[in-house]
């Protein structure tokens, strides 16, 4: 989603915002602007490219130690050089950024209308600095009283930071559900809707909660006061980010050197916890709830996007080995279907960034009746691992291109580990069994380090699928979740309509699709229904369909069945997602990078979704 960042202290500000606007270019946007304050108030935007803004203001006067910058993502108004921010007040003393939504806009701008005010933008942010100013006028109060009065009017959710000419060593920030942190150096301050672009200059950060608002002067320590006007004492934490993550380190797209990651990132969502020589799992960050968990009638896992799909391979963990019946529900439909939930249920809500709205609003809801809400996330200090009561990060590292890869490979890790430490604890797996699982579990990255070497073979396979117009996905029990996962990687880096099928239910629709021209990708690995997917296969070989089938290596009946075979080492039925979804992931790479696509920022995605 849009991207924040502010600068006051001793160095020019230019440099610094604009390295920060393309260090947060991975969230998605359609223009970039910055405000910088030197005697007067200079505001530059251009639709386009944090490169076209770059451009735009060579031959212009940047000078100046204070300045704000952002990059949108369009929701009221369309993408164009108007709607782009930062924002004038009327007086053009005032200038605003603003990730989010104002949702009472339309009347806020009503009342103003009346009052005399005009508006050249289509956005609900202009609306609020006006409405700032305007109590700052006619209430006759200083600036950051005027937003806390503003914000306790405004409905939605938003984070900003205003810069004003009359307070020319004053920066003031603010947030109700959506990101802000504040980087503390030595003797200058940053801010930003994540922390990537302040991981360059200090690692001493403080992280805005809901309804806080942040008022950071030169060479002053912070000062944070609630909208409810109460002081809060800032809680400085230190930034556990390193900065060549943020680097393609040599790799065309953050994507790919993603993909590539995983035997770590995975191994690191295991590291600390699983100790295959005592035959334990520990997941200190739930300790204090994991009777609670293991006991539970009912587990609700609540996400969105790539996240839904680890829940989905979540769900057939937890009740195929520690026997509790689970719920996986899309967050956004959650939150707004009046949906039963009992103080004994326990809500696990699954998000990379930490800081997706809808699964946040599922949290809140949750909450409310009494349900232990439990996260798995990758971002420390992100919104869910705060509002929730316990949870794991999967210390996948940051995750820099939009579609998401390394991200669900450690969250089924968690829910894999988690799994197994529940139904060691509930006696519903045995001892052999147990440690047969765990000695698998441990091998996996190896396995995924196998399987990254195929990456040649595939792009060979892409280049026969460039300009095809459709793709179905199938598999069945562990593996549908995988085909689900395979076929929205394509959709959102290519262009290409896919569909995720359960395999069975191919004859129930799908099979209608099926030609010489429509290829299928199938997952056939051994063990579960394998004997089922084959016939699956054959009734798509009947129709003349393209078949790639992911199989285990050195299968033989698949290969003398399919046109196309990707093979993948041998494992646990289980553990499969966490192998198969590689080759999906490679294969959806190089078709877009052969249809030119933007891969790390494909065209109207954000990386993390803090709207509904």
Not at 555 to 578: C, F, G, H, R, S
């Amino acid at each position: 989603m849009c991207g924040i960042v502010g600068y006051i202290g001793s160095k020019q500000a230019l440099p610094i915002l604009i390295k920060g606007l393309h260090r947060l270019e991975y969230r998605g946007y359609d223009s970039a602007g910055v405000a910088i304050l030197d005697g007067g108030l200079k505001l530059y935007k251009t639709k386009g490219k944090v490169s076209h803004l770059e451009n735009f203001v060579k031959d212009k006067n940047t000078k100046g130690t204070i300045g704000i910058a952002h990059t949108r993502w369009a929701t009221h108004g369309e993408p164009n050089n108007i709607n782009a921010h930062p924002h004038f007040s009327r007086s053009k003393n005032l200038a605003i950024i603003h990730n989010g939504i104002i949702e009472n806009y339309a009347s806020l701008k009503e009342e103003l209308i009346k009052r005399g005010y005009t508006f050249t933008s289509d956005t609900d942010t202009e609306v609020l600095i006006h409405l700032i100013e305007d109590i700052k006028i006619s209430e006759k109060v200083e600036l950051e009283e005027a937003v806390r009065i503003a914000l306790s009017q405004v409905v939605g959710a938003y984070a900003i930071v205003i810069i004003s000419e009359d307070e020319p060593d004053t920066l003031i920030g603010a947030r109700k559900g959506s990101p802000l942190v504040i980087g503390i150096g030595n003797g200058d301050f940053y801010i930003a809707s994540d922390a990537t672009p302040i991981a360059e200059y200090t690692k001493d950060v403080v992280y805005l909660n809901d309804k806080e608002i942040v008022i950071i002067k030169r060479d002053k320590e912070l000062k944070i006061r609630t909208i409810e006007n109460k002081d809060k004492t800032p809680y400085i934490q230190k930034l556990e980010l390193n900065l060549s993550a943020l680097e393609k380190e040599g790799f065309d797209h953050f994507m790919l050197k993603e993909i590539y990651e995983q035997p770590h990132s995975i191994l690191d969502s295991m590291r600390g916890r699983l100790n295959v020589k005592e035959g334990s799992i520990r997941l200190g960050g739930i300790s204090d709830y994991e009777q609670k968990m293991a006991n539970a009638k009912r587990i609700i896992i609540v996400a969105c996007g790539t996240s839904w799909h680890a829940g989905l391979v979540g769900e057939y963990l937890f009740e195929d080995l520690a026997r509790i019946p689970v719920e996986v529900e899309y967050a956004s439909e959650f939150r707004y279907r009046n949906p039963i939930i009992n103080e004994d249920d326990i809500v696990i809500a699954i998000s990379q960034s930490g800081e997706t709205a809808d699964t946040l609003a599922a949290i809140e809801l949750a909450k409310s009746k009494g349900a232990t809400i439990i996260g798995i996330c990758n971002v420390v200090g992100s919104s869910i691992a705060r509002a929730t009561h316990a949870g794991s990060f999967t210390h996948a590292g940051p995750e820099i291109g939009v579609a998401s890869t390394k991200a669900f490979t450690a969250q089924v890790t968690i829910l894999t580990l988690m799994a197994l430490r529940f139904a060691q604890m509930k006696g519903t797996i045995e001892k052999s069994r147990f440690y047969q699982l765990i000695n698998e579990l441990e091998a996996i990255p190896e396995k995924v380090k196998e399987t990254l070497s195929i990456e040649v073979q595939i792009k060979e396979l892409a280049r026969m699928f460039t300009y095809t117009r459709n793709f179905l996905y199938l598999g069945r029990g562990y593996n549908f979740p995988v085909a689900l996962e395979g076929a929205l990687k394509l959709k959102e880096i290519s262009y290409i309509h896919a569909e995720g099928y359960p395999a069975a239910e191919m004859k129930h629709g799908p099979i209608a699709l099926i030609d010489r021209e429509m290829p299928i990708v199938v997952i056939a690995t051994y063990r579960g229904a394998y004997e089922k997917v084959i016939s699956n296969i054959q009734e798509i070989k009947a129709r003349k369909g393209k078949i790639i089938a992911i199989v285990t290596k050195g299968d033989k009946t698949v290969k003398e069945l399919a046109d196309y075979v990707i093979e993948i080492p041998e494992t646990e039925e289980m553990l499969v997602p966490l192998l198969a979804t590689i080759p999906l992931q490679l294969l959806s790479y190089h078709i877009a990078v052969m249809r030119d696509c933007n891969v790390d920022q494909p065209r109207n995605l954000a990386k993390s979704v803090t709207v509904e």
